[in-house]
């Protein structure tokens, strides 16, 4: 049944293309029911246990909904296009930290071994700024939203036949990742709230922008694919 409905769609578009010839109508048609390019994942992630690992040594995240709402999206991204539904915990993170006084000097791969993950999704964070530069003291807020992570995928696994240390599985260089980033245009706001809103607004489209990804997707003519 599904296979004679499509077949009747399409007749019914190659109708209507015939009879409105190469006239901008049947540029509207053909915008209508264009499925649009594929785009295949940048990598594969295993179904094993993932640890999304986000990074903020140089203490750029000055508002909390930055890290919550980035970590979140990404989980939900995650589930929702069904590429790890196992991720771990990251309340378990922040208790290894604080509960661990060589944190700091352990490898990516170790804090994912002690967690019982398989692979890490490590995300660093480089840059996090909410108000423009251009605004002197005590002007009228102006707000100019802009965060990047370097993302990196590390293996976990203990009985990897590689050297464990730090196998960087994606991009692929040892220790070195891709940066993401995405901008907001300049905003005068003097609204209670309007930071929040904003870190929100940037980790959200950051968190899709990351997941993406790591899984297949189409480009259509009704979706903006966030490049910026």
Known sequence: MKSSCSHCVVLAVLGALACTGCGPEAGSLLYYFDPGKKVEPRFVLTKGPLLVMLEDRDGWLSNPQARDE???E???QFRQHNVNTRLIDPTRLRRLKAESPDFESMSVSRVGRELGAEQVLYLFVEKFNLRSPDAGEGAQPVYKGDYA?????VNARPDDPRDPSEVSLW???PGKGETFEVVEPLAVSE???FADELSKKLAGRLGRKVARCFYEYRITPDSRIEED
């Open 70 to 72: 980035l970590l979140a």
């Open 74 to 76: 990404i989980e939900r």
């Open 149 to 153: 992570v370097n993302v990196r995928v």
């Open 171 to 173: 991009p692929g260089t």
């Open 191 to 193: 609204e209670a709230g």
